[in-house]
């Protein structure tokens, strides 16, 4: 006999139950798979958590076998035509329905107590959304982390991606093919033929799955967040009627940030007072997968471990806390809890407004000379007028690809790693790349700030009124900001992007009047809160928006989507410098918000 105190541990699934492929009815007659993790020997019903994921039901293992383990029943469910479930998948159109019939099936086993929560991250923190538009009398929370929308995904500013082809080896079919989505080589390859033969984006599809992907085209003919999309999210209704508390999770780094706190202000816009009061939002130092594990590592910048949240540990005390009648999570005394990078502390306050005390403008003006990073236009109060600076959108240029055929310098291991990247430096994935503002022919802008005489505390969305003329009907135009410090390093802030034709919003396209002055917001950037440091100075590149994974647009101001070779044109945009409705940043600053600290 061995004496099981000096034994190993047991496995973490040794204790747990498995009951594989489960059948929920679903509407239209078609059957759900289920994939169920119970303590072993349960005898009580309990509280269920349930995640629906496009990616196979075994996505959640883990998650299962430590719900499990920490005396809740899991399970995890193949969204529709995908995994062993059956049907068509098209995203986000049947989960709402599917979730009713998921959730009727929960309350009614003999394992569950009649509660339900919900749980995942990316498209499974967005469909939770979805789920709280059923108004299911059984559902008790949903707990989103980097919650997605169709539509308000990066790049955003109604420039469509390429990236929904690479996501659809993931999700398009019952099976997950992980190792074809996480080759960056491959899908860089496409992309990049794509781009030099002129193949327009709606054929795609057919050349790499030998079939349409309806949902894809659409993708491509609704770039802008219009009802096509908004739709499907709950309506002021269904969040009027919700009651129950929400536990939001992104990060300053996630792909996903804009998407998962536009969620978050429609819930404050429409939510009722009880939801609205009892619900909290976590915004930490961590990328698009760092909200899901906590790690404190972007790229190359890791923040001190110190600033680890325990992401699943706060999940389980608040499904505790909900279910179960535990105590509420130490962390969130108050609604909004983030991190502050630079100082690398974290701070709490009442609403997301209160982060931000108040706005500084910060005027652009032009050096004598062409426009590089070496010799760059300036950032200031109280910039005197100076001449306008001018670039090119330039769908047949090289420069992009040049860029984006090189390795990344700060890439880790992981699905994201291989060459640069636009379309992830915006979603926040490359913080310490230069690549996009020293690579720039004539294709971009960089302003610089003079060195700070003091460290600067900046916190929120920064806007900036870029007043300018085009000559051509449309073009697509980022802005990213940066800290320079003094030893050089680049950190990421904050970025934007919009496709000119929906400057004035997504109800109707505008295209530009070539020639005419015009004063274009971005408005819709990243959130991001920072201490800059003494000595650093801040960069703002403005450029053309051109990547591999963005449907390239032609600048013709027919559907990009149909737009062929013969249909580009290059698009030179006039930056102006002086009057009184010249080009502006308007930087947030930080409120005045002790640091908290959190128990470990």
Same mark, same amino acid.
């Given at each position: @006999?061995?004496?099981?105190?000096?034994?190993?541990p047991s496995p973490p699934g040794r204790q747990v139950d498995i009951l594989f492929r489960q059948a929920v009815p679903a509407p239209g007659g078609i059957q759900l798979a289920a994939m169920v993790f119970k303590p072993r020997g349960q005898a009580d019903p309990l509280p269920v958590i349930v995640e629906m994921t496009p990616y196979g039901a075994d996505w959640g293992y883990a998650d299962g076998?430590?719900?499990? %383990?920490?005396?809740?029943?899991?399970?995890?469910?193949?969204?529709?035509?995908?995994?062993?479930?059956?049907?068509?998948?098209?995203?986000?159109?049947?989960?709402?329905?599917?979730?009713?019939?998921?959730?009727?099936?929960?309350?009614?086993? =003999?394992?569950?107590?009649?509660?339900?929560?919900?749980?995942?991250?990316?498209?499974?923190?967005?469909?939770?959304?979805?789920?709280?538009?059923?108004?299911?009398?059984?559902?008790?929370?949903?707990?989103?982390?980097?919650?997605?929308?169709?539509?308000?995904?990066?790049?955003?500013?109604?420039?469509?991606?390429?990236?929904?082809?690479?996501?659809?080896?993931?999700?398009?079919?019952?099976?997950?093919? @992980?190792?074809?989505?996480?080759?960056?080589?491959?899908?860089?390859?496409?992309?990049?033929?794509?781009?030099?033969?002129?193949?327009?984006?709606?054929?795609?599809?057919?050349?790499?799955?030998?079939?349409?992907?309806?949902?894809?085209?659409? %993708?491509?003919?609704?770039?802008?967040?219009? *009802?096509?999309?908004?739709?499907?999210? +709950? *309506?002021?209704?269904?969040?009027?009627?919700?009651?129950? +508390?929400?536990?939001?999770?992104?990060?300053?780094?996630?792909?996903?940030? *804009?998407?998962?706190?536009?969620?978050?202000?429609?819930?404050?816009?429409?939510?009722?007072?009880?939801?609205?009061?009892?619900?909290?939002?976590?915004?930490?130092?961590?990328?698009?997968?760092?909200?899901?594990?906590?790690?404190?590592?972007?790229?190359?910048?890791?923040?001190?471990?110190?600033?680890?949240?325990?992401? @699943?540990?706060?999940?389980?005390?608040?499904?505790?806390?909900?279910?179960?009648?535990?105590?509420? +999570?130490?962390?969130?005394?108050?609604?909004?809890?983030?991190?502050?990078?630079?100082?690398?502390?974290?701070?709490?306050?009442?609403?997301?407004?209160?982060?931000?005390?108040?706005?500084?403008?910060?005027?652009?003006?032009?050096?004598?000379?062409?426009?590089?990073?070496?010799?760059?236009?300036?950032?200031?109060?109280?910039?005197?007028?100076?001449?306008?600076?001018?670039?090119?959108?330039?769908?047949?240029?090289?420069?992009?690809?040049?860029?984006?055929?090189?390795?990344?310098?700060?890439?880790?291991?992981?699905?994201?790693?291989? %060459?640069?990247?636009?379309?992830?430096?915006?979603?926040?994935?490359?913080?310490?790349?230069?690549?996009?503002?020293?690579?720039?022919?004539?294709?971009?802008?960089?302003?610089?700030?003079?060195?700070?005489?003091? =460290?600067?505390?900046?916190?929120?969305?920064?806007?900036?009124? &870029?007043?300018?003329?085009?000559?051509?009907?449309?073009a697509d135009l980022v802005m990213l900001l940066y800290e320079i410090r003094a030893d050089g390093q680049a950190i990421f802030l904050s970025s934007d992007a919009l496709r000119l034709r929906w400057r004035a919003g997504f109800g109707a396209e505008s295209p530009a009047v070539p020639g005419e002055p015009m004063t274009v917001r971005f408005s819709d950037a990243r959130f991001f809160a920072r201490?800059?440091?003494?000595?650093?100075?801040?960069?703002?590149?403005?450029?053309?928006? @051109?990547? &591999?994974?963005?449907?390239? %647009?032609?600048?013709?101001?027919?559907?990009?989507?149909?737009?062929?070779?013969?249909?580009?044109?290059?698009?030179?945009?006039?930056?102006?410098?002086?009057?009184?409705?010249?080009?502006?940043?308007?930087? +947030?600053?930080?409120g005045d918000h002790p640091p908290v600290t959190l128990q470990r």
């Amino acid at each position: @006999m061995i004496d099981s105190r000096n034994s190993p541990p047991s496995p973490p699934g040794r204790q747990v139950d498995i009951l594989f492929r489960q059948a929920v009815p679903a509407p239209g007659g078609i059957q759900l798979a289920a994939m169920v993790f119970k303590p072993r020997g349960q005898a009580d019903p309990l509280p269920v958590i349930v995640e629906m994921t496009p990616y196979g039901a075994d996505w959640g293992y883990a998650d299962g076998v430590r719900f499990a %383990n920490e005396g809740f029943v899991f399970v995890s469910v193949d969204c529709r035509g995908t995994g062993e479930s059956e049907g068509t998948f098209t995203p986000v159109v049947n989960e709402a329905a599917d979730f009713t019939a998921v959730f009727d099936w929960l309350v009614a086993q =003999p394992w569950c107590d009649g509660q339900v929560a919900t749980f995942g991250g990316s498209y499974s923190g967005m469909n939770q959304w979805l789920a709280l538009g059923t108004g299911h009398p059984a559902l008790r929370t949903i707990v989103p982390s980097a919650a997605a929308i169709l539509g308000r995904n990066m790049p955003g500013g109604g420039i469509g991606t390429l990236y929904n082809l690479r996501w659809a080896s993931l999700s398009a079919s019952h099976g997950t093919h @992980m190792a074809w989505f996480g080759d960056v080589d491959y899908w860089h390859g496409v992309w990049e033929d794509a781009a030099l033969q002129g193949t327009p984006a709606a054929q795609l599809p057919e050349q790499l799955f030998g079939h349409a992907l309806p949902w894809h085209q659409q %993708n491509l003919a609704h770039t802008g967040f219009d *009802t096509h999309w908004s739709r499907h999210l +709950p *309506t002021p209704e269904a969040y009027a009627a919700w009651r129950a +508390p929400v536990l939001s999770i992104t990060g300053q780094y996630d792909s996903c940030q *804009t998407p998962a706190l536009e969620h978050h202000r429609r819930l404050l816009q429409w939510g009722s007072d009880t939801a609205r009061r009892s619900s909290h939002l976590v915004i930490g130092p961590w990328n698009h997968a760092g909200c899901n594990d906590g790690n404190p590592q972007v790229g190359s910048v890791r923040f001190a471990d110190t600033y680890r949240l325990d992401i @699943m540990g706060l999940k389980l005390a608040w499904y505790r806390w909900v279910m179960q009648g535990g105590e509420k +999570p130490a962390a969130l005394q108050r609604s909004v809890l983030w991190c502050e990078t630079g100082t690398e502390a974290w701070h709490a306050c009442d609403t997301l407004a209160e982060v931000t005390a108040a706005r500084q403008p910060q005027a652009l003006a032009a050096a004598d000379g062409p426009n590089d990073v070496f010799h760059s236009g300036w950032l200031a109060k109280d910039a005197p007028a100076t001449p306008p600076y001018q670039f090119t959108c330039d769908p047949d240029d090289e420069v992009l690809l040049d860029i984006e055929r090189e390795p990344r310098a700060d890439a880790v291991q992981g699905l994201f790693a291989g %060459n640069n990247s636009l379309f992830m430096t915006l979603g926040g994935e490359e913080p310490t790349s230069h690549a996009y503002a020293t690579h720039l022919r004539g294709q971009g802008l960089v302003y610089h700030s003079a060195p700070l005489e003091a =460290p600067l505390a900046l916190a929120g969305v920064p806007v900036l009124d &870029l007043r300018c003329t085009v000559d051509q009907p449309d073009a697509d135009l980022v802005m990213l900001l940066y800290e320079i410090r003094a030893d050089g390093q680049a950190i990421f802030l904050s970025s934007d992007a919009l496709r000119l034709r929906w400057r004035a919003g997504f109800g109707a396209e505008s295209p530009a009047v070539p020639g005419e002055p015009m004063t274009v917001r971005f408005s819709d950037a990243r959130f991001f809160a920072r201490t800059l440091a003494r000595h650093s100075r801040l960069r703002l590149v403005v450029r053309h928006g @051109m990547s &591999l994974a963005h449907q390239r %647009n032609g600048n013709s101001g027919k559907p990009v989507h149909e737009e062929t070779l013969a249909d580009r044109r290059v698009a030179t945009v006039t930056v102006i410098h002086d009057g009184p409705a010249r080009s502006r940043l308007m930087l +947030p600053l930080a409120g005045d918000h002790p640091p908290v600290t959190l128990q470990r």
